[in-house]
């Protein structure tokens, strides 16, 4: 009984590490360059307004008219995308996170990117 029992605590062990392992998060994989960008919209009111519009037609479905989420997609308003730059934020636009269901947003101009991201920090 006890060898049945080891051998079953090493799979629970070796199968916890590997899910462990496997949640990467995003902000990881943001190359350096990135991060150093600023934005060119920033303290831009007409472009926070812009950016608005951009997150409504494209990312309120998934994370809701106001950015709270909703069952497909988290928060906006959650820490971690509080305290990302403003590069990474352009980064996960641009990349999107497939392995959490975030679509790449490549074929938006960067400037509609960059108003989405202009949006986002000012707190709407």
Not at 109 to 117: F, G, K, L, M, S
Request: some cysteine; proline content about 6%; hydrophobic content about 40%.
């Amino acid at each position: 009984m006890r060898p049945a029992f080891m051998s079953a605590m090493w799979l629970c062990c070796v199968c916890c590490v590997g899910l462990c392992a496997s949640r990467i998060n995003w902000r990881d994989e943001v190359l350096p360059k990135f991060r150093l960008l600023t934005n060119p919209y920033a303290g831009q009111p007409v472009a926070a307004q812009a950016g608005g519009k951009l997150f409504s037609r494209y990312c309120a479905q998934c994370h809701g008219r106001d950015g709270n989420g909703l069952r497909r997609a988290p928060s906006l308003r959650s820490r971690e995308l509080k305290g990302a730059s403003a590069g990474e934020l352009f980064w996960l636009l641009r990349n999107g996170n497939l392995r959490d269901g975030m679509p790449s947003w490549s074929h938006l101009p960067d400037e509609q990117r960059w108003q989405i991201v202009t949006w986002l920090q000012t707190g709407n």
